[in-house]
């Protein structure tokens, strides 16, 4: 089964200083990992993807991540917080089931704070 | 504008009184989705659709509906519904089924159900 993991429920960070927010999945083939960012009152919105290629990724308001083959993991990186980066962050795997249906699995979210 | 639009924004009801939230798209995706959305379990998938009058269930189809009769519009339908259905659902579209396309999210129903 494919699945993924925010091992972190929340993340807080001082503005200024640079951010990780963990991920880690498990695919039965290639991964195609995204982030998506909720902000309050709002629906998700895409942040950035791996399909193939460079590890790094880089994605919107200065977000990137870095897809990790042998840890199996997509953490999600930004060099120095913003108080607008507070919001919730959920990574997710695309699943390709044995109907040739496409879904995305997202995992449980993590919370992100930057403290002024 | 590209967008996902999802109505009502909030709703109350009461157990067992029958309710529709619209979803619809202006990107003439193939692919449709409904998610709900609870505290620490992340967006779970209620049901899909591949396309027009093509739909299959997600992981918790229990108490939902779709249909799927136009390629814009996806509703989704709570024939009976019950305190356990209280949370945020998520309409969402992607262009076909590629692996690589990420999917467009409308901004949100909050259901309580009392």
């Known amino acids: 089964a494919q699945s993924v993991a925010q091992p972190e429920d929340q993340v807080n960070v001082a503005e200024g200083n640079p951010l990780t927010v963990k991920c880690t999945y498990s695919v039965s083939g290639n991964p195609y990992l995204f982030w998506y960012v909720q902000y309050p009152n709002r629906g998700l919105q895409f942040l950035l993807k791996?399909?193939?290629?460079?590890?790094l990724v880089k994605g919107s308001y200065g977000f990137e991540a870095e897809f990790n083959k042998s840890q199996t993991s997509f953490h999600l990186k930004k060099p120095s917080a913003l108080v607008s980066d507070s919001a919730l962050y959920f990574c997710a795997v695309r699943d390709i089931g044995y109907s040739s249906a496409s879904k995305i699995i997202f995992g449980s979210g993590t919370r992100l704070s930057i403290r002024p | 504008e590209a967008q996902v639009t999802q109505n009502p924004r909030y709703l109350i009801t009461v157990t067992g009184k029958k309710l529709t939230v619209t979803c619809s798209q202006n990107m003439n995706h193939e692919y449709m989705s409904w998610y709900r959305q609870d505290p620490g379990l992340g967006l779970r998938q209620i049901y899909y659709?591949?396309?027009?009058?093509?739909?299959d269930k997600g992981d918790v189809p229990e108490g939902y509906k779709v249909s799927r009769k136009e390629k814009r519009n996806f509703p989704l339908i709570l024939e009976s519904p019950s305190p356990n259905q209280t949370s945020l659902y998520f309409c969402?579209?992607?262009?076909?089924?590629?692996?690589?396309?990420?999917?467009?999210f409308g901004q949100g129903t909050r259901l309580t159900v009392v």
């Open positions: 659709s591949m396309n027009v009058e093509v739909t």
């Open positions: 791996y399909i193939t290629g460079d590890n």
């Open positions: 969402a579209s992607s262009s076909g089924q590629g692996e690589g396309t990420e999917a467009f």
